[in-house]
């Protein structure tokens, strides 16, 4: 009888045992539901983005191509080229004012050195590196980032003689543009264009100091000693600006015709925020507080491009109030990341206050003359603003009323790199070399052109006139793109569509870095 009630009292025991374990493992089952649900709703933080992790091939591939643009559009000569039909280019650039500005990019299909789009190259492709240098390293795209982003920057440091003199051009659009050759036989002049106290512009002063700034950023650790560099002349232009205030395009008129530009308040406000990230002074910082309604245009959302940086200042400075919640004076930011959570939700498809500027298959389009120029920017800033939300474990966006997740925001990016990369009513990849189907008469001189021909100025028209594809392919090369109505004609006489520009290769380096592995944020750039 003892040992019966022994072994009943044992079996009671582990039936009360499993009881409980049930009810623990529900309970953990209940809870990790309901997290889950939380963060699917945008009222919890899920996990942090980590460090990157499987790649997207596709992604992957399209940054190596953007990058290998920028080899294709140096001047000077060159350095372990990797371009079989590249050569030396622009030796004797600036030898008229005793200085060497053979370094530099071609902005275009011509071979033109606009200081203005060259610096927001530089800018551009300095902030892609500094948020998303561990996935281009992930790939091998690192160092070849740095390298174009170095031979830009050596260049400014040569155009800036002094504190109040900037060369702000090279060449002559009206003895350029007539000539059909490739850079390494052209024979006409190459004057140059200067901006100084007397003659100021300070919206290139300003973008040329946000582009030495931001890239004495990405060399801080690196090389200390060009990064400081960097950062005594972009101080130095940044003042230059300010101090000597004056649009470019209003005292030098013959630019007006190629990059104009809308106003200069951006770019104090873009180059302040460089500063502000590069040197951590809080006078930077107070003065976008202190200009923001002059210049900011809160509660406007605006376009991402080289004449407009407003956008990108927004978001910019979005980040310090993501992950520097105590900093000193930050109060005066929140009407910046107000701007920017407006221009995020004119983004996002289904938000009350979404762009209708889009086409049928999607794609966000503004103007018919270098279109997917807005379409790259909105989708680089989108992944940005994306990363910074999750990386600040905030999962929800509010537009109008109506919620949004942070998610989304990079569903919108890829949604933009999809389509740029193929998936669209063509079927066409609007990056050259990417995919079956790409354009293959792209305005472009030096890709028109054989290597081994002789050309003088006019009778490299034979090639620009020819009926053949392009003896060289422009690899990476991303083209102006289509029309709204979603058409696209491929032809070297389509300066609208077909013609490639630095500066949408940088934007389109950002956006496919942000895309090639596990998104993530780094919560200092220093």
């Not at 300070?202 to 000693?225: G, H, I, N, R, Y």
């Not at 960097?230 to 205030?245: E, I, P």
């Not at 290597?451 to 422009?474: H, M, Q, R, V, W």
Request: charged share 20%; net charge neutral.
């Amino acid at each position: 009888m003892g040992e019966e009630k022994s072994k009943s009292r044992g079996w009671c025991g582990w039936f009360i045992a499993l009881i409980v374990l049930a009810a623990v493992i529900l309970a953990v089952v209940y809870m990790v539901k309901s997290k889950m649900k939380k963060s699917d709703d945008g009222d919890g933080a899920g996990p942090v983005p980590g460090p990157p992790g499987a790649i997207d091939k596709k992604y992957a591939d399209a940054l190596k191509l953007s990058l290998q643009f920028f080899d294709i559009q140096k001047s000077g000569k060159l350095v372990n080229n990797k371009i079989s039909w590249r050569g030396d280019s622009g030796l004797k650039d600036g030898s008229e004012a005793d200085l060497d500005l053979s370094k530099g990019l071609y902005d275009a299909g011509d071979h033109i050195k606009f200081g203005f789009p060259m610096a927001f190259t530089a800018t551009v492709l300095s902030w892609s590196i500094l948020e998303y240098g561990d996935q281009m390293d992930v790939v091998n795209q690192l160092d070849p980032a740095k390298e174009s982003l170095r031979w830009t920057t050596d260049y400014f440091i040569k155009a800036h003689p002094s504190d109040n003199v900037l060369y702000i051009q090279v060449g002559d659009p009206k003895v350029d543009h007539p000539c059909w050759e490739r850079p390494e036989t052209m024979k006409g002049k190459r004057p140059l264009i200067k901006i100084d106290a007397d003659t100021p512009g300070t919206e290139v002063a300003a973008e040329t100091a946000a582009a030495m700034a931001s890239a004495s950023l990405v060399f801080k650790d690196s090389d200390p000693q060009y990064s400081a560099t960097l950062l005594k002349h972009a101080k130095q232009l940044f003042d230059f600006a300010d101090t000597k205030r004056g649009s470019y395009s209003v005292n030098i008129p013959e630019v007006q015709d190629y990059y104009n530009s809308t106003g200069y308040g951006d770019e104090l406000l873009w180059a302040a925020s460089w500063l502000y990230h590069a040197t951590e002074d809080k006078t930077y910082l107070d003065y976008v507080t202190k200009h923001g309604n002059e210049f900011a245009s809160f509660g406007n959302p605006t376009w991402f491009s080289w004449d407009n940086k407003l956008a990108g200042t927004q978001v910019l400075l979005s980040r310090l109030l993501f992950f520097k919640k105590d900093l000193s004076g930050s109060k005066g930011l929140g009407s910046y990341r107000d701007t920017a959570k407006a221009v995020m939700c004119g983004l996002l498809p289904k938000s009350p206050t979404a762009t209708t500027s889009r086409s049928n298959g999607g794609l966000v389009l503004v103007s018919e003359w270098n279109a997917l120029q807005q379409s790259v920017s909105a989708a680089f800033l989108a992944s940005l603003f994306s990363d910074y939300m999750l990386t600040s474990r905030l999962h929800k966006i509010s537009c109008n009323g109506k919620i949004f997740k942070a998610t989304e925001l990079r569903d919108f990016a890829k949604s933009q790199a999809d389509y740029i990369l193929g998936k669209n009513a063509m079927g066409m990849s609007f990056v050259v070399g990417y995919g079956d189907k790409y354009p293959e008469y792209i305005h472009h001189r030096g890709a028109s052109i054989p290597e081994d021909a002789t050309t003088g100025c006019l009778d490299g028209f034979e090639y620009f006139n020819s009926t053949k594809p392009n003896p060289n392919i422009a690899y990476g090369a991303l083209v102006g793109g289509p029309f709204l109505n979603e058409t696209f004609r491929d032809a070297r006489d389509n300066v609208r569509q077909n013609e490639p520009t630095t500066y949408n290769n940088a934007l389109l380096v950002g956006l496919m870095s942000s895309l090639v592995t596990t998104s993530s944020a780094l919560q200092s750039l220093k």
